[in-house]
């Protein structure tokens, strides 16, 4: 780790968390207020699915092919870009519907054009991370566990305002906020990384390196790394599989339960934000004990807590204060997730490849979630939300013992090197994990 060192500015860091916070704030606005406006303007549970899929599934793919461009551009110039847009998509859903000029079709085009912007964006924040983190001498464990507390507070903030907006004045007025959260990003990222010092934030590869090889090239190259890495691989897969399952929880069965219980969304932010303040918590605890942590068990523990959990309290209708226990204890779970996800990563990939890699392992983590809304609108009209509840609590579990029992992650808790610009882009002379978890 480099160490403290006079005259380091934390502008950076601060800047990159600042957005990345107005950001996921923005995100988790929407992802309570437009499946809520879906459900109560067409009835429908499997609508509501398809809108979540047509959301998701551009996020994935152009997130997928957006590597090689952040690692050409600069991660400044796309963050900006893909905040503004996002910001006025979001504005457009509110407007067209308050003018009566909303059809469906124009809804699904809207919060596509959303999330293709959303995952350059989303990758363009992540990769400056560690950048900005060496500027300000800070070390990579710590500045992944704060981005995790960033993560978790956006995850506390924006379910507790989205509930309440919706509940109170409409979804319609949470679409707008989430358009306002995006803007104040893309106006955060020109204050704190200017021109002139986005060098350091993730500057764009010198132009002899790019006239090497094409774009095709670049992404072969990201994806040979990826494949040389058997442990990075499966934990990919493995979290591409729960990520399907929270994001079929999320998108079509929280808010279905929600309907028919009876408790309506402003239960739905108060569980939310129970668990994310408890995942604040979690986070908080990493950066200040990350580099003593034994990886592995301390990841399939709080996996399991975070995960299997929140399936089952709603499948039994227990009473609010149990579920918000519930949901806290996951959150302290989800806490201590990302940031050992993040350390892995900044450790293991080489800078001038982290663009494409973290493109490649997130768009994978990420592939079943456009996936997850449709299967769970479709599993509910056909058997009903209980059963569904319960189906998805336990193939999370089997997913995570599962996996938990390949050999590949016994290297979890031998690390042996951090990715630099100057290291070269084997498996084998890189040193221990990486990707990304929800």
Request: with cysteine; charged share 10%; glycine share 12%.
């Amino acid at each position: 780790m480099t160490p403290p060192a006079t005259g380091r500015s934390l502008r950076p860091l601060a800047g990159v968390l600042a957005a990345m916070a107005m950001s996921l704030t923005g995100t988790r606005v929407s992802a309570i207020a437009l499946p809520w406006f879906v459900l109560v303007t067409t009835g429908s549970a499997a609508m509501t699915g398809l809108v979540a899929f047509c959301e998701m599934a551009p996020y994935v793919l152009v997130k997928l092919l957006a590597g090689p461009l952040v690692d050409h551009l600069g991660p400044r110039r796309v963050s900006w870009v893909a905040d503004v847009v996002s910001a006025a998509g979001a504005g457009a859903v509110a407007l067209l519907h308050a003018l009566d000029l909303l059809a469906f079709p124009a809804l699904l085009g809207l919060v596509a054009l959303i999330g293709a912007a959303r995952g350059p964006g989303d990758l363009a924040k992540e990769i400056m991370v560690p950048e900005a983190a060496e500027r300000g001498r800070i070390p990579l464990e710590r500045a992944a566990a704060l981005s995790g507390v960033t993560e978790r507070l956006a995850a506390t903030l924006g379910p507790a305002m989205g509930g309440a907006l919706v509940a109170l004045a409409g979804p319609l007025v949470g679409l707008a906020l989430s358009g306002a959260c995006f803007a104040l990003g893309s106006v955060v990222i020109v204050w704190a990384l200017p021109r002139t010092q986005a060098r350091y934030a993730g500057a764009p590869i010198p132009a002899p390196v790019l006239e090497a090889g094409g774009y095709w090239r670049r992404f072969a190259e990201g994806v040979a790394f990826l494949r040389a890495e058997p442990m990075l691989l499966a934990l990919t897969l493995m979290v591409a599989v729960t990520n399907l399952l929270d994001a079929a929880f999320a998108q079509v069965l929280v808010p279905v339960w929600a309907r028919e219980s009876g408790h309506g969304p402003a239960v739905i932010g108060l569980n939310s934000a129970a668990m994310g303040l408890a995942a604040v918590g979690g986070s908080l605890v990493a950066a200040a004990v990350a580099h003593r942590m034994r990886r592995r068990a301390v990841f399939f523990v709080a996996f399991l807590v975070a995960g299997p959990p929140r399936f089952l309290v709603l499948a039994m209708d227990a009473p609010v204060w149990v579920m918000l226990v519930v949901f806290a204890v996951s959150g302290l779970g989800c806490g201590l997730i990302n940031p050992i996800l993040g350390a892995i990563l900044f450790e293991r990939v080489p800078r001038r490849l982290l663009g494409r890699v973290n493109a490649l392992g997130d768009s994978l983590a990420w592939a079943g979630i456009p996936l997850g809304g449709l299967m769970a609108g479709a599993a509910v009209a056909a058997a009903g939300l209980s059963p569904v509840l319960v189906a998805c609590g336990a193939a999370y579990f089997l997913t995570i013992g599962l996996t938990g029992l390949r050999r590949e992650w016994r290297q979890m808790d031998q690390p042996r090197g951090v990715g630099s610009p100057s290291a070269p882009a084997s498996a084998e002379s890189i040193g221990t994990e990486s990707s990304r978890s929800p």
